[in-house]
C-alpha cells in the first residue's frame, strides 16, 4: 500500500509534532535522502513503492555514503543537515519520520531493511531491539 503525499506528511507532522507541513516535510526529505544512501537493490526498490512518489525519487537518489552509517554518526548527519536541528533533537525527527517508513513497509520488508543497516537501527525506526524480539 502506498501512502500519499498528504497522508504521509500528515503522520511525520503529527509524530514529530510539527508547526508545519514544511518542517515534517524537511525531516522527511533529510532522513530519507540518508536511508536511501543505505539501502541497495530489491530492498530499497520495494520501499520507494511504498511511499509518497516525490519521497521516493529522493529514496532512490540518495546522498552518497562514502561507508554506512552508524545509528549514531546518522543522527549527527541528520541534525547536520536539518536547519535547526540539534543531535538531541534529530533522534526525533528520525523517529518520525522511520516511524512513518516502518508502518508503510510493514513486517517483512522492514526485516531486510535491517539486515542492510548497520546494528543498532531498530530503534532508530521506533522497533525494539532485534535481541527483544518474540
Known amino acids: 500500500m502506498t501512502l500519499r503525499w498528504e497522508a504521509f506528511l500528515d503522520r511525520v507532522q503529527e509524530r514529530g509534532e510539527y508547526d ?3 518542517e515534517a516535510e524537511r525531516a522527511a526529505r533529510v532522513v530519507l535522502a540518508l536511508l536511501g544512501a543505505h539501502l541497495v537493490g530489491q ?21 552518497q555514503a562514502a561507508e554506512p552509517l552508524t545509528p549514531d554518526r546518522f543522527v549527527r548527519a541528520t541534525a547536520a543537515w536539518i536547519e535547526g536541528a540539534t543531535e538531541q533533537t534529530a533522534p526525533w525527527d ?11 513497509a510493514g513486517d517483512q520488508l522492514m526485516d531486510r531493511i535491517l539486515f542492510q543497516l548497520p546494528p543498532g537501527y531498530d530503534l532508530l525506526f521506533g522497533r525494539p531491539p532485534a535481541s527483544h524480539r518474540p
Do not use: H
Open 20 to 22: 508545519t507541513a514544511e
Open 43 to 63: 530492498v530499497r526498490a520495494e520501499l520507494a513503492a511504498r511511499l509518497p512518489e516525490a519521497l521516493a525519487l529522493v529514496l532512490l537518489n540518495p546522498l
Open 94 to 104: 528520525i523517529g518520525a519520520v522511520l516511524s512513518i517508513v516502518a508502518d508503510a
